[in-house]
């Protein structure tokens, strides 16, 4: 093995190393470029399958069941186990009637931020890049009713807390790790469940977009000062669906590929004889208070959720409690 330099030649210790630091700048960068690449969220994604709620043949079709309730007809009415809700919040999701959705007002409703992933959603993901091909924004589209989401990622700021809200909302990111971490604020008011149960328009959320191979997990937090105790977390995943798309411009729609998500005619459903009535319930009359519970046999404050519902403890609280 050949000796390192002395001081006094012409060549120090630090000029022998230079190499070996050049080719540990270089592993750095090319670990970064297949992190980067390896964590990619571009692409299709495609929901897990459908599940009980159009039968277990769909589910063994696609290879996934997941939250089937939620992307097909939607939860029970009152089914509120394991989300922090304030007294407020379950006032007002025990006052909601689904009949609401027939409104003219609300039927073209989107999904917001709050929910939309858990909704039916086939993502399609893109990135917006600058002249010198770096990522300054991607693109999410495919959540139901089309509120598209933009995560910026050119670290420009939030709007001003009196700039208008969408039911996307103004949403910026950044990669931790191989994480995109983003945040998302200027959210209309909606809900984080679709059985009444609220969300305002002071709410941000916080979502986490992981790759793990070919499945995408997103998970979302939740923080609402109005109606929640505590931050309200989901998770789900989707897969990818690899696609040729050979891009056609002045090409009408033609409706396919769930069209029927993206677009609303609003028209009148129910016959009423009052034209201003607003469906609701007052919330301690809500006929479906007990309906769950009595299938589950358990307590119907049980199913009234808050903040303790959410954890394994709980069971012990109920224990000799009936």
């Known amino acids: 093995m050949r000796p390192l330099p002395s001081r006094n030649s012409g060549m120090n210790v630090a000029d022998s190393l230079r190499p070996l630091g050049c080719l540990a700048i270089t592993f750095v960068v090319l670990c970064g470029s297949l992190t980067a690449a390896e964590t990619d969220i571009v692409g299709y994604w495609n929901q897990p399958a459908f599940g009980t709620v159009l039968g277990p043949g769909i589910a063994a079709v696609f290879g996934f069941e997941e939250d089937s309730t939620e992307r097909a007809d939607g939860p029970a009415p009152v089914d509120y186990i394991g989300i922090p809700l304030n007294e407020e919040a379950r006032a007002r999701a025990l006052s909601y009637d689904g009949s609401l959705l027939s409104v003219p007002e609300h039927q073209c409703m989107p999904h917001p931020a709050q929910y939309s992933f858990w909704g039916p959603a086939n993502l399609r993901i893109t990135e917006e890049l600058d002249d010198n091909l770096d990522i300054v924004a991607y693109h999410v589209a495919g959540t139901f009713r089309r509120a598209d989401r933009v995560i910026y990622l050119d670290g420009r700021p939030h709007p001003s807390e009196y700039a208008p809200h969408t039911w996307a909302g103004f949403t910026t990111g950044k990669w931790v790790g191989n994480t995109l971490v983003t945040t998302t604020t200027h959210i209309k008011w909606g809900w984080i469940r679709r059985n009444g149960v609220p969300a305002s328009d002071q709410a941000t959320v916080t979502t986490f977009y992981t790759r793990n191979g070919n499945v995408l997990t997103v ?65 301690w009359a809500n006929p479906f208070v007990n309906e769950v519970a009595g299938k589950l046999h358990l307590l119907p404050r049980v199913l009234l959720g808050g903040a303790e519902t959410a954890y394994p403890e709980y069971r012990e609280q109920l224990r000799g409690s009936r």
């Open 219 to 283: 998970t979302w937090m939740v923080h609402d000062p109005l109606y929640m105790t505590e931050t309200y977390t989901k998770s789900v995943d989707f897969i990818e669906a690899p696609r040729v798309t050979a891009a056609q411009f002045d090409t009408p729609a033609t409706g396919q590929a769930g069209g029927a998500f993206f677009k609303c005619f609003p028209g009148e459903e129910l016959a009423q004889t009052d034209p201003y009535k607003v469906p609701h319930y007052l919330p």
